[in-house]
């Protein structure tokens, strides 16, 4: 008796909940192969720290092993990753409703408008995957520099290692400069769970579509937020909790919000940002040098050199 | 000779530690089968969010499965393990010390003495089950709405899908709307073990004691913190580092804190919070379309459509 | 045809990476067997953690098992990873640049000089190992005070076992207490791996060099950071997003930093500091009894007592 209650509660319930299902659509996926996982996307970003960071990242390199195929062997893996992550992102952006396309919307990339026959996404896949993978030295060029300001610009580190092993800030950053070259190519959806597994572990939430110069550092990190418009010159160092966000943003006849546009600040080189400031709005710009101090709220640019304190208490 | 002397240190240690597991024995749990183990709580919330997000969360949903029989399924699985995770919990507590059943006193729970029998036990939990499942449709038009308000409130947002995926504020929003009703229903620890789940995975600390209205959005997120007696109207928008925090606390007359008692701020509707603001206090009230600027610190009410912003500097 | 081209490519590709590799070489670990891994680190910190918490950390401790028997087992098993992960470290700095070797120039501790043989370096691991697990009994009696303190201090907690499940401040400071002798005895870079993890568990990263008093309780705690020479006395209640952190940096003739120094504000006992304030430098003291409002910019000294709030907006 008690069984067949609870079989027919069930039940009901059960039917309630398909009618959410049908309700609100556009919070499930039922039969929908190509919603890229995060699992295969944090593979693919665990196989790019490894070749950034032998040794320190994926397991140790014994000193019998011969680099070069050891470097052949990874890259090769790391392309049959990236273009499988690739091509399933770029097939369910075609055949889904094509919002996401919206993040492609950069001047730099090449695009495929919906319904286009498969080849052709396999083949801008793989041109998408090659493009990217060339440019991996460089990225190591420049976490080279980043890793060398972290050093420096911390009296509390002791070591490279240290560095490499310990700072949060230095991890997030190396998924920025691994994540905004896909950003830029137009790859859509994997730049951002690349940004936000960072964020996770990091509590620094990086927009790939920031631009961020060289030697930078963020200290301790948990709560820094860098907005998708985001310019940063070089040698800038900043501490947690620092938002460089945007102030209000502009909409459109319908009361929709506008998307694109420039909506987070400029920030100069050589600027030195506190803990816990908050600097808002596309025409913010901080001058070259200058340096913010902890809990500062700034809607309007600030002079190259000064120095903005609280008012005293 | 060596290994006699290590033999003898270690039994000294041994005895010191033993008696610090005496000296404070609140802080070990030996022999305690019932303690609700952090794993089994997180299986659980994987399977509600499963079934709130199907294909999101968990594994991919095939184009041939039949949705009826997948949520008959995962709702049958469901079952048991809520009904065993408060069945522990309960046996927890009236065997313990009791104290955690200070948890429960909220007005619309059953209330269950210590010492109670183990049958009484196992029907309260499986009522309490069977009311927490039969209010999951509506805590998924809940999340359609507030993943509705996530990406009409960020002009970064692309598609739906990335607010799904990459947005930690819509991941801990998720896990508070799913907390909530068990706390409501009297059931202890486990809405905290979900909130604290959440917290860690996302930086947003929101007590499932508060009450949240609909189309609540959190950007970026890390830092945030909403106290356990802390209500909110629809349409609100907070960001990263916002504290809705207690502002100081009542005492008994032997000093120790008054526990209950309206102690978090309530906020109105059409609120937007800026970054790292923090607004503290029981009689603190926001009003509806209130703006409070970023790094603010306010322990006094707000009046409705007010602008709140930091003196210039 | 296709597959030469994508062969040579890939070759060119490899060369351009081992380039890389030689041109950043302190950013790759070739061949270095002893770089202490983070899995090993870890692996230490759980057994820690279980053998202070044992029943609430690890797996569930049975009602007939014998506790002097288990713990030690667990003593044994500890003093064997200890010693690894210590003598690791130890020949890591020695055969490498002894750049992390800076990180023992404290005034307790014994120092090996860079090519020492390796036997000196197990006999001083051992003696660092015994010497630092024969504190554990000290250690929880510190966090028997702590969780007292968050118990107490926060009228949201019902239960101890609440404060140990769920708070993630609870579980920095335990991290800290088992992290800071490790570092007082000049272990390299294990106790930076620990604290580091914690951080990225709860948000909360206290540099294990900090000296703090009993009873000490951080609420919330995401975004909280306290650096390496920062002293804090007794029965101190810090909140989410509070910095204790450095003013701004000697440096050297050659322009580099000045490593080493007081860096850090001094904290008396019985203060309380509210959500995001921000106080740095080290001859900033606050005086006992104070009360730092939130979101405060602190870098002079605050009198006993003296209560800090922002100004009126």
């Not at 195929?69 to 790391?78: F, K, N, P």
């Not at 996770?200 to 860098?226: E, Y």
């Not at 987070?264 to 913010?292: E, F």
Request: with cysteine.
């Amino acid at each position: 008796m008690e069984h067949s209650i609870k079989n027919s509660k069930t039940t009901d319930l059960t039917r309630r909940l398909l009618e959410t299902y049908r309700r609100h659509g556009a919070i499930n996926k039922i039969g929908e192969k190509n919603l890229p996982s995060e699992t295969s996307v944090v593979e693919l970003l665990e196989e790019l720290l490894t070749l950034m960071y032998p040794g320190y990242h994926g397991r140790p390199v014994e000193r019998h092993e011969d680099p070069a195929e050891l470097v052949e062997r990874r890259l090769g893996r790391l392309e049959g990753l990236v273009a499988d992550v690739i091509t399933r992102t770029l097939n369910f952006c075609m055949h889904g409703e094509g919002a996401c396309l919206r993040a492609c919307a950069q001047p730099q990339q090449e695009t495929v408008a919906p319904g286009e026959p498969t080849e052709a996404i396999d083949d801008l896949a793989l041109r998408m995957t090659r493009e990217y993978l060339s440019g991996l030295p460089e990225i190591r060029d420049l976490l080279a520099l980043d890793i060398q300001a972290a050093f420096e610009g911390d009296p509390a580190a002791t070591s490279t290692e240290e560095v490499i092993l310990c700072y949060p800030g230095v991890r997030a950053i190396s998924v920025y400069r691994l994540a905004h070259p896909l950003f830029c190519l137009g790859v859509p959806l994997i730049p951002r769970i690349m940004s936000e597994w960072a964020h996770r572990r990091t509590g620094v939430d990086i927009h790939p579509g920031a631009r961020i110069g060289t030697h930078f550092f963020i200290d301790h990190g948990t709560g820094v937020v860098i907005g998708e418009t985001t310019r940063i010159g070089d040698h800038v160092k900043i501490y947690q909790g620092v938002t460089l966000g945007a102030l209000s943003f502009a909409r459109n006849p319908d009361g929709s919000l506008v998307k694109g546009g420039l909506r987070h600040p400029q920030i100069g080189s050589r600027v030195t940002i506190y803990a816990n400031a908050t600097i808002l709005g596309g025409r913010t710009r901080i001058g070259d040098g200058a340096v913010i101090g902890g809990g500062a709220w700034i809607t309007r640019s600030v002079q190259a050199g000064a120095t903005v304190l609280p008012p005293p208490r």
